[in-house]
C-alpha cells in the first residue's frame, strides 16, 4: 500500500494513471470492522482502491468532540494493508482548505433534521469536504455506511445535483455480537456504558413502541436523548452516554412519519 502523506503527494502518484477503475473509502480513522466492510467492497470492486483518513474539522460543532476524536493511524495502516487496499491518503487541512472554509458546498432541506437540527453547520462540513475527496481522487465509486444514514443520503443528493461523475454506494451497518453499531467513538465507553449502550437498538428496533416511548426509556437507562425519531421508512436517534454521542438507525415497516 502506498502512503501518500498529503494531498499534493497524492496528485503527484496518480497523475499518469487512469481513474476509470477507482474506488474510494472516506473515513475518519480509528478503524474497524464497519469501515472494513465499505474498504472490502472498494477493493472488490475496483483495480485501485483510495481510502482516506481525515478528521475533518469543519463538520465538528463541538472542539472537544474534535479533540477528543481517537487516533490509531499505525494500526489504521495495518489493518488496510491487510485488506489489500492500495493508497491511503492522508490530506493537511490548509492543502484541503486553500481559502479556509469560505466556499462550501450545503443543502437546505434534509441536512436540517435529525443530526443537523442542533449542529446546523455540520453537513456543510460533511458535504463540502466528501466534494473536495471526491474531486482530488477522481473516484468512480465511492462508498458509505448507512450507520451515517443521513450523511449517505445528503451525499447520494450532491453527486447527483451536481452531475459528478461517481457512483454513491450505500452498505448496511455493522454491528457487534449484540446489536451495538460499531463505531470508533465505542472505544471511549467504559464497560458499565458499553452494557447500556448495547439496549440502544434493542429499543429502536422495538415498532411496538413510539419513538417518544424509545426516548422514555433510554433516559431511564441513563442516556440523554438529542432525537429519536421516525422519517425516510426509518427510526433514527442520536443519544449520549457521559461524553459519548451515539447515532443508530433501522429500517422500519411503517411509513408513518414524526
Ligand atoms: P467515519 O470514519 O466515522 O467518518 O466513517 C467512515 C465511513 O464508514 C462512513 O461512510 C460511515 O458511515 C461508515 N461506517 C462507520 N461505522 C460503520 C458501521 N458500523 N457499519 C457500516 N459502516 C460504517
Known sequence: MKVHESVAQWMAASKDSDPRGRGLVPTMGALHEGHGSLIRRCVQENTQSVVTIYVNPTQFENPEDLSSYPDSLQDDIRYLESLGVSDLVLPQYKELYPFDFTIFVDESLDSRVLCGKNRTGHFKGVLSVVMKLINLTQARRVYFGKKDYQQYRLVSKMVEAFFMPTTVVGLETIRD?????????????????????????VLLGNEELSTGEVALQLEKLGFRVEYCEQRWSRRFVAAHLGTVRLID??????????
Open 249 to 258: 438507525n433501522v429500517e422500519v415497516t411503517s411509513a408513518a412519519e414524526d
Open 177 to 201: 455480537g449484540d446489536g451495538l453499531a460499531l463505531s470508533s467513538r465505542n472505544r471511549r465507553l467504559s464497560d458499565e456504558e458499553l452494557a447500556t449502550a448495547r439496549q440502544l437498538n
